[in-house]
């Protein structure tokens, strides 16, 4: 049976969640390098000091999909980016200095991330009710769960205590960030440099349900491919022609593109992954039973998302008196 999305516009209301920020926890198994680090991590690390960061987070990211509806995505990818160069340590939100090239020009962020903005101004409003206390870091990580939440999708609980890196690796953001032109092999190789499991990877290769990608990261799939419907190819041919139209945008889920769902995966059975690391995933491999599970069974995606978004926040976090609680994310202290 074909499974599918329907096509329509998604219209989401934003509400103030009625269901708790911290879900039962997931128990986590991560990888030696990562293990003292992450023992230090606690999902309670906030309440004295400053209870007030997750409401003070929420209310301003809800405010700000509310405004634009892509900004959850946006939000998303930031932790994601952070994570995968030197842990999770807020390195991706530093600018450039004399001293060191940050990673927002590096290949996989320039002209492509975004919602720094947005998290300057979470930082803005967390400092003015707590002043030096909760980490750009940590605001990542609950921005990410806050935006999936705000677009329908699973609630985890956050793990707390990162502190702030001083510096940033434009080199590192260049190799271990997966490309978009990246095989099935080489995507499990990436996660398994991070300790991530092949079923962490599938899961949270999830994300591109929402969100958007630029023609120059597609081209090539939607005009040299043959493992793509042909309906499918057309359409987006018409949106990202062979030469100029390189920022044309097209969603990564064209069914539902701003709701936090299983279509991902239904979209990837019918051959319309619109990135060729996305249709890898169901390409005759190791994964495809995986993206099938996933596109029957939207609960066990959710929870194996919420599993695997906690084992990557896990990435080699600062703890302790390593590192800074920054009072500008874009720069130390």
Not at 72 to 95: E, P, Q
Not at 133 to 152: P, T
Not at 287 to 298: G, I, M
Request: a negative charge; glycine letters at 6%; proline letters at 3%.
């Amino acid at each position: 049976m074909i499974l599918s999305c329907f096509n329509q516009s998604t219209i989401i209301t934003i509400m103030a969640s009625k269901q708790s920020l911290n879900a039962p926890e997931f128990l986590i198994f991560i990888f030696f390098t990562a293990t003292l680090a992450s023992a230090q991590l606690s999902s309670t690390f906030y309440d004295n000091s400053c209870p007030s960061a997750f409401r003070i987070i929420q209310s301003t990211v809800r405010a700000a999909i509310y405004k634009e509806k892509r900004m959850g995505a946006s939000l998303l990818r930031l932790h994601f980016h952070d994570c995968f160069v030197n842990g999770c340590d807020g390195s991706i939100l530093l600018d450039d200095t004399t001293s060191f090239t940050g990673e927002k020009t590096a290949g996989p962020n320039n002209n492509s991330l975004r919602g720094f903005d947005v998290v300057d101004t979470i930082k803005a409003n967390v400092e003015a009710s707590c002043t030096q206390v909760v980490s750009c870091a940590d605001i990542l990580a609950i921005a990410a769960r806050d935006s999936v939440v705000a677009l329908g999708g699973p609630s985890w609980t956050v793990q707390l205590g990162r502190r702030d890196a001083t510096t940033a690796s434009f080199s590192q953001a260049n190799t271990d960030i997966p490309a978009p032109t990246s095989d099935l092999s080489t995507l499990i190789s990436a996660f398994s440099k991070k300790g991530l499991s092949t079923t962490d990877m599938v899961s949270l290769s999830g994300a591109h349900t929402i969100g958007q990608a630029r023609c120059t990261t597609f081209r090539s799939r939607v005009y040299n491919e043959s493992n793509i419907n042909s309906s499918f190819s057309s359409t987006e041919q018409n949106n990202c022609p062979l030469s100029n139209g390189d920022d044309n945008l097209s969603p990564l889920d064209a069914g539902s593109p701003n709701y936090f769902d299983n279509c991902y995966y239904k979209n990837l059975l019918n051959q319309r992954g619109l990135l060729h690391s996305d249709q890898q995933l169901n390409n005759g491999g190791s994964t495809d039973s995986q993206v099938s599970t996933y596109a029957a069974n939207p609960s066990k995606f959710f929870n194996d998302f919420s599993a695997a978004i906690v084992n990557m926040g896990n990435i080699s976090p600062l703890t302790g008196t390593d590192g800074e609680i920054r009072i500008n994310c874009r720069k130390a202290n």
